[in-house]
């Protein structure tokens, strides 16, 4: 079955690094556009950064330009998050998600918690 499933998540100070990873497995990953989105207590979730199916194009909300980086490796079936310089309004659960380019077919794992504070 399908499955995505995020891990790296942690408590870190401000200024620090995380790596977020999300290993997929069930389906196709190397046709399916790759997302990271975050959801705060009490607000919606959002989209943090997207990559295309082939990894030759990223795309990032503006409060993450320039700290955060979006990568996959299709061979090893895993999606990836860098997160620099942290910042304790990144603090959120992280969930990546898997969607087709041209239809409706989307995937989302459980969710890893990032915390950043001192």
């Known amino acids: 079955q399908v499955q995505l499933v995020e891990s790296g998540g942690g408590l870190v100070q401000p200024g620090g690094s995380l790596r977020l990873s999300c290993a997929a497995s069930?389906?196709?990953?190397?046709?399916?556009?790759m997302s990271w989105y975050r959801q705060a207590p009490g607000n919606q979730r959002d989209v943090v950064a997207a990559?295309?199916?082939?990894?030759?194009?990223?795309h990032y909300t503006d409060s993450v330009q320039g700290r955060f980086t979006i990568s996959r490796d299709n061979a090893k079936n895993t999606l990836y998050l860098q997160m620099n310089s942290l910042k304790p309004e990144d603090t959120a659960v992280y969930y990546c998600?898997?969607?087709?380019?041209?239809?409706?077919?989307?995937?989302w794992g459980q969710g890893t918690q990032v915390t950043v504070s001192s």
């Open positions: 998600k898997a969607s087709t380019p041209t239809g409706p077919t989307e995937y």
């Open positions: 069930g389906f196709t990953f190397s046709r399916f556009v």
């Open positions: 990559i295309t199916n082939t990894g030759s194009s990223a």
